[in-house]
């Protein structure tokens, strides 16, 4: 057996993320790495190479962008994944060897509990192992060994074919009126209950019970407690296999649990487990001791083991159901915030409102506000004529293009106002409905009060709504996430593995579209791979005192921006009017010489550049990828990337998705017929299908079972967030404001 590593072999990073081993540690680090690539059907050569670059500080980003040939192109969702199984089997590394140090600190490790702890594949197995090393707190096992009735559970246990004398009057020995065992009776059921937690200790029994419970058990659900609007009411009395049971219906079930309407259980026939039990537990059936064994047994199951397995099993349909959600809710993340932006337009935002008014601002085409007002067409005050006159106003003096509208409160009432006063005015500007999730939160959070400290919350929506119709990527980072409304029961995820993943999806997000040096808010620059928020507040504050930045490598005269943070960052930021004209394309500032050696082979100057180099790909493909790569002193991959980059300079990655939709007319509930065939966008995507706005102030939702004429497994393998979708009304419920749509062929 290799020499087992000591405690402080393994040292944990900033991140909580387990470091690489001493040299003591190689072969299980390689064990690591080997079960990764087969996990992820990833080459060991790519996981290794991954492994150093994330040992070595770099980012995801950054590896995936600018490291493609030592990883073999691996891109940011492999390396997020091979990074958070990294994490967790270095960590489960690190509990076996706090489980190994305890059992040996009493004397109890042996050759056999030594390997069971290296065949462990999950910290629950592994804890399962030291569970009958665990100090305990006092039980009627423990008070039955303190009484000294160890022995007659020993007895009993073996049991043995015969027994001379009986166990009944062998038990008697064990009487003891001082030590509180008073009878035959209770010497007996004190050793049963030794035996019951013994058997509950057991980690095989354990594994076999949890195996058994997750193959055959069910998931109830019944009514507890109050459901006022009847939210849960498919689930008073209602049974699932915990094996079919998807996951974002235990997410609904859990909610009603918590909200106090449900009480969930996991059921599964006694029988079958007692039957698995007995048979491993219990060595002759036939033994004199079997009825005693078959009570501590069932004792054992019915007491400690199933409450302790139900707690386990429901953990696992969470952590799971969270897992799932996380996903579907990421995606729509990434959909929602790489939508294609409305560039080079005037907005009007407008906040919807009745008692305090509808607010107003007007941001020019780069997201700069010109003015703010208020308006009050809405009840109560309803003075539509002076809001018309301020509104029109409004619009003549800075050239409105667009109208943006929150979809909240009094949204309806304010389409309807605004379509109407630019049918009179005829000028050509349109209005969208844009949704308002997530508004209030940033205009109410620091990060808006610093933004506009002048400005009142609700003013601060108005600009945010204008905001994320210019750029919904440069508005929505400064958003938490979980309030942007994409997710489903996202309030209910572990809060820390959820802000992780989304934190991800935004990096991952920031970093494909890149990010303008000069007019980027410190919020959209915390995102940047290498970046974090004390130095893109510096970055912020420096570009106030100074001006603008004339190029990339200058950002290394801000404070705490070093050499190896510029190295993370700098291929995500863009300096359009640098003279380095290098410096507006995703083109690290590592790969320049071999862009402009690139260049100058094909004959073309910087100032050609600027335009684009179109022929460039051509040029290169006739001559060969690989040798013009060796010629250069680069890789393919990173040749591939350069040619894009020069091809089209400072291009964004999503000017080739549909632009927004604008509107000129209003389409109520009320309008809508069942058969009517309309065009609509998805907002959001979730684990039964997907919601679709059709201009009517309510999302209607297309059923999984109606996304396709062919079998759809997830949503998401039909639809993204932002799609625009063609559907059929099939059921309108005015009443409960619910819409049913189709995108099937009939």
Same mark, same amino acid.
Not at 411 to 423: D, H, T
């Given at each position: 057996m290799p020499q087992r590593p000591r405690l402080d072999d393994l040292r944990e990073n900033e991140e909580g993320c387990v470091r690489a081993p001493t040299t003591e540690r190689k072969d299980r680090e390689m064990d690591i790495q080997k079960m990764i690539s087969e996990e992820l059907s990833v080459k060991e050569k790519q996981v290794a190479a991954a492994v150093e670059l994330l040992d070595a500080g770099n980012t995801v980003p950054f590896i995936a962008r600018y490291r493609k040939e030592a990883t073999g192109g691996l891109d940011d969702e492999a390396l997020r994944r091979l990074s958070e199984r990294l994490t967790y089997l270095r960590n489960l590394e690190k509990r076996k060897e706090e489980v190994r140090a305890l059992i040996a600190a009493q004397g109890q490790l042996t050759d056999e509990i030594d390997a069971a702890i290296d065949a462990a594949q999950t910290v629950t197995e592994t804890d399962d192992i030291y569970r009958p090393f665990r100090p305990k707190r006092k039980t009627r096992a423990s008070v039955a060994r303190e009484r000294g009735l160890a022995p007659l559970a020993e007895l009993i246990s073996s049991c043995a074919p015969s027994y001379n004398p009986p166990i009944e009057k062998a038990a008697e020995e064990y009487v003891d009126e001082e030590k509180e065992v008073p009878d035959v009776r209770a010497a007996l059921a004190g050793a049963c209950d030794i035996i019951a937690e013994e058997v509950s200790d057991n980690a095989e029994y354990r594994q076999m019970i949890r195996s058994l419970t997750s193959e055959w058990g069910s998931i109830s659900s019944k009514l507890s407690g109050e459901d006022g609007d009847g939210v849960y009411t498919q689930y008073y009395e209602y049974t699932e296999k915990i094996s079919a049971l998807p996951p974002h219906r235990y997410l609904a079930m859990n909610r009603g649990e918590n909200e106090g309407a449900l009480k969930i259980s996991v059921e599964i026939g006694q029988d079958i487990i007692l039957n698995a039990l007995f048979n491993r537990a219990i060595a002759d059936y036939r033994s004199p001791a079997f009825p005693y064994m078959a009570s501590a047994v069932t004792d054992s199951y019915a007491r400690l083991i199933a409450p302790s397995i139900e707690r386990e099993i429901r953990a696992d349909l969470f952590?799971?159901?969270?897992?799932?959600?996380?996903?579907?809710?990421?995606?729509?993340?990434?959909?929602?915030?790489?939508?294609?932006?409305?560039?080079?337009?005037?907005?009007?935002?407008?906040?919807?409102?009745?008692?305090?008014?509808?607010?107003?601002?007007?941001?020019?085409?780069?997201?700069?506000?010109?003015?703010?007002?208020?308006?009050?067409?809405?009840?109560?005050?309803?003075?539509?004529?002076?809001?018309?006159?301020?509104?029109?106003?409004?619009?003549?003096?800075?050239?409105?293009?667009?109208?943006?509208?929150?979809?909240?409160?009094?949204?309806?009432?304010?389409?309807?106002?605004?379509?109407?006063?630019?049918?009179?005015?005829?000028?050509?500007?349109?209005?969208?409905?844009?949704?308002?999730?997530?508004?209030?939160?940033?205009?109410?959070?620091?990060?808006?009060?610093?933004?506009?400290?002048?400005?009142?919350?609700?003013?601060?929506? &108005?600009? =945010?709504?204008? +905001?994320?119709?210019?750029?919904? *990527?440069?508005?929505? !980072?400064?958003? /938490?996430? $979980?309030?942007?409304?994409?997710?489903?029961?996202?309030?209910?995820?572990?809060?820390?593995?959820?802000?992780?993943?989304?934190?991800?999806?935004?990096?991952?997000?920031?970093?494909?579209?890149?990010?303008?040096?000069?007019?980027?808010?410190?919020?959209?620059?915390?995102?940047?791979?290498?970046?974090?928020?004390?130095?893109?507040?510096?970055?912020?504050?420096?570009?106030?005192?100074?001006?603008?930045?004339?190029?990339?490598?200058?950002?290394?005269?801000?404070?705490?921006?070093?050499?190896?943070?510029?190295?993370?960052?700098?291929?995500?930021?863009?300096?359009?009017?640098?003279?380095?004209?290098?410096?507006?394309?995703?083109?690290?500032?590592?790969?320049?010489?071999?862009?402009?050696?690139?260049?100058?082979?094909?004959?073309? &100057?910087? =100032?050609?550049? +600027?335009?684009?180099?179109?022929? *460039?790909?051509?040029? !290169?493909?006739? /001559?060969? $990828?690989?040798?013009?790569?060796?010629?250069?002193?680069?890789?393919?991959?990173?040749l591939d990337d350069m040619i894009g980059e020069l091809e089209k300079p400072g291009r964004d990655v999503r000017d080739a998705l549909p632009a927004p939709q604008l509107r000129e007319r209003v389409i109520s509930l009320e309008d809508l017929k069942v058969g009517m065939t309309m065009t609509g966008v998805v907002r959001n995507v979730v684990d039964f299908g997907a919601f679709v706005d059709i201009g009517v102030h309510q999302d209607g939702l297309v059923h999984i079972s109606r996304l396709s004429d062919s079998f759809v497994k997830h949503p998401s393998d039909v639809v993204s967030v932002g799609d625009t979708v063609n559907v059929r009304v099939v059921e309108v419920d005015t009443k409960r404001k619910r819409i049913a749509l189709s995108m099937k062929s009939e």
């Open positions: 952590d799971r159901a969270c897992v799932s959600a996380i996903g579907v809710f990421s995606d729509n993340l990434r959909h929602l915030l790489l939508g294609a932006p409305l560039k080079g337009k005037c907005v009007l935002g407008y906040d919807p409102g009745y008692r305090t008014g509808c607010k107003l601002a007007v941001v020019d085409k780069t997201g700069r506000v010109l003015d703010t007002a208020v308006i009050y067409p809405t009840k109560p005050r309803e003075d539509i004529a002076g809001a018309e006159r301020t509104v029109s106003a409004l619009i003549k003096k800075y050239g409105v293009d667009v109208v943006a509208i929150g979809n909240g409160t009094a949204s309806g009432e304010s389409e309807n106002f605004i379509a109407s006063l630019l049918c009179k005015l005829d000028c050509g500007t349109k209005y969208i409905m844009v949704s308002e999730a997530g508004a209030s939160v940033y205009s109410a959070s620091k990060a808006g009060a610093e933004e506009f400290p002048d400005f009142d919350v609700t003013q601060r929506s &108005a600009v =945010s709504i204008a +905001r994320r119709l210019q750029d919904p *990527l440069a508005e929505l !980072v400064k958003i /938490d996430p $979980k309030s942007i409304g994409v997710g489903q029961y996202q309030h209910d995820m572990k809060e820390a593995q959820l802000d992780e993943a989304l934190d991800g999806v935004v990096e991952y997000c920031v970093n494909a579209v890149g990010v303008d040096l000069n007019t980027a808010s410190y919020m959209l620059l915390s995102h940047v791979a290498g970046i974090n928020a004390a130095s893109a507040k510096n970055i912020v504050k420096y570009r106030e005192e100074n001006g603008e930045f004339a190029r990339r490598a200058d950002v290394l005269k801000v404070p705490r921006v070093g050499a190896r943070a510029y190295e993370q960052c700098a291929g995500f930021l863009r300096v359009p009017g640098s003279a380095e004209a290098l410096d507006n394309t995703g083109v690290h500032p590592e790969s320049y010489d071999a862009a402009k050696k690139l260049m100058k082979k094909y004959g073309y &100057a910087e =100032s050609d550049m +600027r335009a684009g180099l179109s022929r *460039l790909r051509s040029e !290169v493909e006739r /001559d060969g $990828k690989a040798a013009v790569a060796a010629e250069l002193g680069i890789g393919e991959p990173t």
